[in-house]
């Protein structure tokens, strides 16, 4: 090895920051079960719908139906992706899109603006927008406006967890379309997700999503927080998480069950034994906590009607 490749193999190694690239990629870079699991050939998708309109930005999504038209009206999910909400796209959650497609459900596949282009709140903004969007244009794919429901992992794991959390909290909602529809949610799954920026180690990631410093702006770091908002309305939570997640430690998620179970609301904690942080990329563990997400969100819909 010559001299100037084991200065940048050390580099790597030893800089903190790399490090945090290694364990926020974890289980991403080989991204298996979007290969083994891609979304069957007979769903209906409708692409590049436009959801969200800022000045001359459009946001798109990807719409995944199931196979045939069903008679009565399907619950919709928004499908939120991870990437340290700096990067990705919507076609990077196409996988869980298919798979809720093929268990009945309309999926929502969203892309967002990234840290990189706006700071939070923007893709609080975004998601919101896409909940709006989804009822507002329920009845023209077949959607149940009162069944609508949001699942996401990581960076999406927060974002959805938000959702479910601050409905009623006005600056989060955004000005990107359909200012008159609720944008409130049935049900969540939040995979692997920051609920609490004030109680974990920060890192660029959430810096840059953020804007600011947590010394500099303490506020901003409260608003971003999903576990600040809960109250008696929160919408029903599945949380996953992997007790050895080296990225978002596993006690993010318990906070926020713990405090669902103060306000009296229902929230469900599963906990994986031993999973890379972005499990659900993983063959081993993909197939099991989809089902138990279409389980949960079939379980809390049929409640709500």
């Known amino acids: 090895m010559s001299y100037k490749l084991l200065l940048v193999v050390c580099a790597l190694l030893f800089c903190p920051e790399a490090v945090a690239i290694r364990q926020n990629n974890a289980g991403?870079?080989?991204?298996?079960?979007?290969?083994?699991?891609?979304?069957?050939?007979?769903?209906?998708?409708?692409?590049d719908l436009i959801y969200a309109r800022y000045g001359e930005r459009q946001l798109r999504l990807d719409l995944y139906l199931p196979p045939q038209k069903s008679e009565r009206p399907i619950p919709g999910i928004v499908v939120v992706r991870g990437g340290g909400w700096r990067q990705g796209d919507k076609e990077a959650f196409a996988f869980i899109a298919g798979y809720l497609a093929k268990s009945g459900f309309a999926a929502a596949c969203i892309e967002y603006r990234t840290s990189a282009e706006?700071?939070?709140?923007?893709?609080?903004?975004?998601?919101k927008a896409a909940v709006r969007w989804l009822r507002a244009n329920a009845s023209r794919y077949g959607v149940d406006p009162q069944e609508i429901g949001a699942i996401g992992g990581s960076a999406?794991?927060?974002?959805?967890?938000?959702?479910?959390?601050?409905?009623?909290?006005?600056?989060?909602?955004?000005?990107g379309g359909n200012p008159d529809v609720s944008s409130r949610v049935q049900a969540v799954v939040a995979m692997a997700p920051v609920t609490d920026f004030r109680s974990i180690p920060l890192d660029r990631s959430a810096e840059a999503f953020i804007g600011q410093p947590l010394k500099e702006q303490p506020g901003k770091w409260k608003a971003a927080s999903p576990i600040v908002y809960v109250n008696q309305e929160s919408a029903p939570i599945?949380?996953?998480?992997?007790?050895?997640?080296?990225?978002?430690?596993?006690e993010q998620s318990v906070i926020l069950q713990v405090?669902?179970?103060?306000?009296?609301?229902?929230?469900?904690?599963?906990?994986?034994?031993?999973?890379?942080?972005?499990?659900?990329?993983?063959?081993?563990?993909?197939?099991?906590?989809?089902?138990?997400?279409?389980?949960?969100?079939?379980?809390?819909m049929q409640k709500a009607k």
């Open 28 to 47: 991403e870079s080989s991204n298996l079960a979007s290969k083994a699991f891609p979304p069957p050939a007979n769903l209906r998708i409708v692409r």
């Open 238 to 250: 599945l949380l996953i998480h992997s007790r050895i997640d080296k990225s978002v430690p596993h």
């Open 156 to 175: 999406g794991g927060h974002l959805v967890a938000l959702l479910g959390t601050s409905h009623y909290e006005k600056e989060l909602e955004g000005v």
């Open 259 to 300: 405090r669902y179970k103060e306000v009296g609301r229902h929230a469900e904690l599963v906990t994986i034994a031993d999973a890379d942080h972005a499990f659900w990329n993983s063959t081993r563990w993909f197939q099991e906590y989809m089902e138990q997400s279409v389980g949960f969100f079939r379980r809390i």
């Open 118 to 127: 706006a700071r939070f709140p923007a893709a609080v903004h975004d998601t």
